[in-house]
Nanobody, 123 residues
Framework: VQLQASGGGFVQAGGSLRLSCRSS????????VGWFRQAPGKEREFVARISWNGGLPSYTDSVKGRFTISRDRTKNTVYLQMSNLKPEDTAVYYC?????????????????WGQGTQVTVSS
């Protein structure tokens, strides 16, 4: 499974972005998919994840109510809609396909990783 993350960019605080994660090669339609992020000088952290059929979305507390994860299995794509962005959301965002149909908050649950897309939020 090869994953391609896109949609990052530069936005002012309060703005929105939608990240996309598309699989090529073998589809990830039967895998859970997660989004993680890593800010400069910080460890990678879990952001959100969704199960194979689009159910059971979960989020880290800092993004609840602002971010929404979804997937379109017909397009082999998972989205992360980010609204009301804050400067502390600035990071490289990575998508990953889980080893199972569900995934989790631990990066070790994921077998395949995309290359990352930069999100920069100015104050």
């Amino acid at each position: 499974v090869q994953l391609q993350a896109s949609g990052g960019g530069f936005v002012q605080a309060g703005g929105s972005l939608r990240l996309s994660c598309r699989s090529s090669g073998r589809t990830f339609s039967n895998n859970g998919v997660g989004w993680f992020r890593q800010a400069p000088g910080k460890e990678r952290e879990f952001v959100a994840r969704i199960s194979w059929n689009g159910g059971l979305p979960s989020y880290t507390d800092s993004v609840k109510g602002r971010f929404t994860i979804s997937r379109d299995r017909t397009k082999n794509t998972v989205y992360l809609q980010m609204s009301n962005l804050k400067p502390e959301d600035t990071a490289v965002y990575y998508c990953a396909a889980a080893r199972s149909a569900y995934g989790g908050a631990d990066g070790s649950s994921y077998a395949y990783w995309g290359q990352g897309t930069q999100v920069t939020v100015s104050s």
